[in-house]
């Protein structure tokens, strides 16, 4: 084989990934003999750590990788599906399974399930941009010859993961081969962690021996990084679509076919966006091992601000330490702040009891899923409507018309920022919160409704009425008597 590119794209993931441990079990004992030669060499030793720790660092990123796949094999799969236990005291009225992960759960977004892509498709990606890089990669932005837009994550040569280890060893190809261990790990979880809040790995392109140095690309769904300031601008229903996005992605990590999933590296930059939906995109930093003890004083869980003590099982495994980390993990950098603010007030006290069970980690990830199911349950019916007192009758029906468009009145939080948006479950709800806003004289419909099928209802100040076949205006029956 040449430097040149040297592997093409394969079709199926297993028949990757087993190509790709043959390739570096070969690859290893090169490497070993060509460290043998190097140590056996005074000059040619670039630092007094020497490559013989970066080999051993890099057969323990290789071990790593293959064990990922033996274990998927090893664990059967139905784990997955194990029922939740029921949450105490939560809303007795929603009948069962209402609202809860249905069989469309495991269906894929994004990109039609096809082959897998590969250095051919790889080649003809166009408008290639930089998106973003970290410790370990680049990631870039392009789009395929059908359209679809495309991420690529590769080596990140300047990052530090690779300068670091150049600085301690001095070896910058075998630094490089580090970081690459990474990236093929990451694309061994992508394919073996199938779920709508993971980020799905459309394919993979090989450039270069892995004895040289290796150009390894992965290509993946496009996504918009997390920015927290941002989603605190959004509505309180956007918000929990971001926790439930995340709670339903840590019920199956905890199940996962490889067992209960840790993210070592939780922070919001390691999620992006994509339609509106929460998903992991850097898998690279992960663990599936839960710690060992042989006493209760053993498990201790630690955050900068607080300390948990879990039971040490007979098994001597600190008792789901992994799901517990992430879950307090998710309160601390997600729910603390997407989830309380600006709420429903009928919602509040389920909100304030997910806010307390998972900040004090009473709930495992089961119940927390429950819980938000009900929140989602109840959100979806209205229920969280007050029905006590209807305002409807205030209002006066214009069909055939709308609001003249200039400038109105902002609310917050609106979808729009230059008026008023709100989603709404009924006319009712619209009346109600026309009612409580003193600016409000009149509100439409619009064609457009949320991803709960809530409708997104303009709120306005104006009366001025335009003709509009396909609207209807509700303004305040005392608006209409002062136009009179
Ligand atoms: N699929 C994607 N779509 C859009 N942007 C992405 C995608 N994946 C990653 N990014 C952006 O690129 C950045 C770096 O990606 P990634 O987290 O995988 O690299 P890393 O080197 O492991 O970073 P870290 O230092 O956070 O561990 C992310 O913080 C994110 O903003």
Request: charge should be neutral.
């Amino acid at each position: 084989m040449t430097g040149k590119l040297c592997i093409a794209s394969l079709s199926a993931a297993l028949v990757v990934t087993s190509a790709l441990v043959i390739l570096k079990l070969a690859a290893r004992s090169q490497w070993r003999r060509e460290v043998d030669k190097r140590s056996r060499d005074p000059g040619r030793q670039l630092s007094r750590s020497g490559p013989r720790e970066l080999l051993d660092e890099l057969e323990d990123r290789e071990l790593e990788t293959i064990r990922y796949q033996e274990e998927a094999v090893r664990r059967p799969r139905a784990a997955l599906f194990s029922t939740p236990d029921r949450v105490p005291g939560s809303w007795p009225g929603r009948p069962r399974g209402a609202g809860h992960v249905s069989s469309d759960w495991w269906g894929r977004a994004g990109r039609a399930v096809g082959d897998p892509l590969g250095c051919s498709e790889f080649r003809n990606i166009t408008g290639i941009e930089f998106l973003g890089s970290g410790y370990t990669k680049t990631v870039l932005k392009g789009t395929l010859q059908d359209g679809t837009p495309i991420a690529l994550k590769t080596v990140n040569s300047q990052g530090d993961e690779v300068m670091r280890c150049v600085r301690r060893y001095g070896q910058t190809r075998d630094c490089h081969r580090l970081a690459a261990f990474k990236i093929i790990k990451e694309i061994s979880l992508l394919q073996k962690l199938q779920h709508p809040n993971v980020i799905q790995l459309y394919g993979q392109c090989y450039h270069g021996r892995l004895e040289d140095e290796p150009v390894i690309t992965a290509m993946m769904e496009l996504g918009t990084p997390v920015e927290m300031i941002q989603l605190l601008q959004t509505p309180w229903e956007e918000r929990f679509r971001i926790c439930l996005s995340l709670v339903k992605l840590l019920h199956y990590l905890a199940h996962s076919p490889l067992g209960s999933v840790l993210l070592l590296d939780f922070q919001p930059r390691q999620f992006v966006i994509v339609d509106g939906e929460l998903k992991v995109t850097d898998l690279d930093d992960v663990s599936t091992e839960e710690l060992s003890c042989k006493a209760d004083s053993d498990c201790v869980l630690e955050f900068p601000t607080r300390n948990f003590n879990l039971p040490c099982t007979a098994e001597g495994k600190c008792h789901k330490i992994n799901e517990k980390r992430n879950l307090y993990n998710a309160f601390r950098f997600f729910f603390t702040y997407l989830l309380p603010y600006s709420a429903p007030p009928a919602l509040t006290p389920l909100l304030c009891e997910i806010m307390n069970a998972t900040g004090d980690l009473r709930y495992g990830i089961n119940k927390t899923l429950y819980a938000f199911e009900d929140v989602l349950y109840l959100y979806k019916s209205g229920f969280h409507h007050n029905h006590s007192q209807s305002w409807l009758e205030d209002y006066k029906i214009f069909e055939g018309f709308r609001i003249q468009d200039h400038s109105d009145y902002k609310c917050w939080p609106s979808y729009n920022h230059q008026g008023c948006l709100l989603s709404v479950y009924n006319k009712e709800e619209a009346a109600t919160i026309c009612h409580s806003q003193q600016q409000c004289q009149s509100f439409i419909f619009t064609q457009r409704t949320t991803w709960l099928g809530r409708y997104l209802v303009s709120f306005r100040s104006s009366t001025e009425l335009v003709l509009d076949v396909n609207s209807t205006v509700y303004m305040k029956s005392s608006s209409f008597k002062a136009l009179m």
